[in-house]
């Protein structure tokens, strides 16, 4: 099968994107076109795939981006038995070439939210939008094959589609156990994700002799406040860091921070940060988030703290710290916890027989049943 896969507006090496799907695809023996702004992001491009550079989805060459993947979508398309994007923007007025193929849209998260975060469009234009991106949603839907993300994006949509979440990648021997005096957090660091409680966390651990590592992109609005408090040598930050080599990064820490604001928890399901801790060994530290609380506290895999609460985050980190044995078992059981309901191997089979099927290649299988989510 040959599947060309665009994006304009994620990093190329998106983790859901390359590191899961395409993967997946790979391993599977199939062929990749993959259409992604490697350029503009200093990426060299997997020698398996086949890359084609594309400009990136910001500021004032949002247009130009566009115009140029639709371009390459209609040189691209012709030779793909599936073509599936990452992006809601690519949705709007596909050239025609693209439209006789089976197009699969991959649903990451609410079409509002894509297109006015990262810098696409200001909050005030929410109100506007919204009706524009749920006409978008129900044309894609009338002619296109959907996957989600996650199960709560099924209520936006008029009929059921498949749902591939975002798992980890869990190996089948156990990672090295956490190791003293130092917290990671892995994800995109915004203010709804508590990139400020995770600098004022930082300021107490560091008086304590313990290392803050921050490791993803930054919104605009919190950039400032990371270089003045990398600068004052109280945590660093790394930076959008490849998925693989943020989790080596990752591996062996004290805990795995997940802090978002209680605006930014609901109705969603267990972030995969956390997956991704519990799968390396890593104790999570999180906040009341109800869906990581309802696998945390069963499985013995971390601390719950209050929100907005830096002070009693660091404490539990500090905790980990000095107490070898409470790391190590909460470690253990993430790991173990992880592996049995979180386990990446199990739906890349699923999302592959998807594609294959919508590509009129094989049937899909029934789903292993597996515990649900949460």
């Given at each position: 099968m040959r599947v060309c896969v665009c994006t304009i507006a994620r990093h190329p090496e998106d983790a859901r994107v390359l590191h899961r799907q395409i993967r997946a695809l790979l391993d599977a023996g199939h062929e990749i076109t993959y259409i992604a702004p490697f350029r503009a992001c200093n990426v060299t491009p997997w020698r398996e795939i086949s890359p084609v550079d594309v400009p990136r989805s910001t500021g004032r060459r949002r247009l130009a981006a566009l115009r140029a993947a639709h371009r390459a979508l209609a040189e691209h398309s012709v030779y793909a038995d599936v073509v599936l994007l990452h992006d809601p923007e690519l949705l709007i007025s596909l050239p025609r070439a693209v439209r006789r193929r089976t197009v699969v849209w991959d649903v990451h998260e609410d079409t509002v939210e894509a297109l006015t975060e990262r810098g696409h469009l200001l909050r005030p234009v929410r109100p506007l939008l919204r009706p524009f991106a749920r006409r978008l949603e129900a044309r894609g839907e009338r002619r296109h094959r959907l996957l989600l993300a996650e199960e709560g994006h099924q209520a936006r949509f008029g009929r059921p589609h498949p749902v591939v979440p975002n798992t980890a990648r869990v190996a089948a021997e156990p990672p090295a156990p956490p190791g003293p005096g130092r917290a990671v957090y892995v994800g995109r660091l915004s203010a709804g994700s508590g990139t400020h409680e995770m600098i004022a966390l930082a300021r107490l651990l560091a008086a304590a002799g313990v290392m803050v590592e921050l490791i993803g992109p930054a919104d605009p609005q919190v950039r400032p406040a990371l270089r003045e408090a990398q600068r004052e040598g109280v945590l660093r930050w790394y930076?959008?860091?490849?998925?693989?080599?943020?989790?080596?990064?990752?591996?062996?820490?004290?805990?795995?921070?997940?802090?978002?604001?209680?605006?930014?928890?609901?109705?969603?399901?267990?972030?995969?940060?956390?997956?991704?801790?519990?799968?390396?060994?890593?104790?999570?530290?999180?906040?009341?988030?109800?869906?990581?609380?309802?696998?945390?506290?069963?499985?013995?895999?971390?601390?719950?703290v209050p929100h907005g609460d830096p002070r009693a985050a660091a404490d539990a980190v500090l905790e980990l710290s000095k107490d070898a044995s409470l790391r190590t078992g909460m470690g253990k059981r993430g790991y173990e916890t992880a592996r049995a309901r979180f386990n990446w191997a199990v739906h890349a089979g699923e999302f592959v027989s998807q594609l294959e099927a919508w590509a009129g290649r094989s049937p899909v299988p029934q789903p292993v049943p597996t515990e649900p989510l949460g």
């Open positions: 930076g959008f860091v490849p998925n693989d080599r943020a989790l080596r990064i990752a591996e062996g820490a004290t805990a795995g921070l997940s802090l978002p604001r209680p605006e930014a928890e609901e109705a969603r399901p267990v972030p995969a940060k956390v997956m991704e801790y519990m799968a390396h060994g890593v104790p999570v530290v999180t906040t009341p988030h109800p869906a990581t609380v309802a696998v945390v506290k069963p499985a013995g895999a971390g601390i719950v």
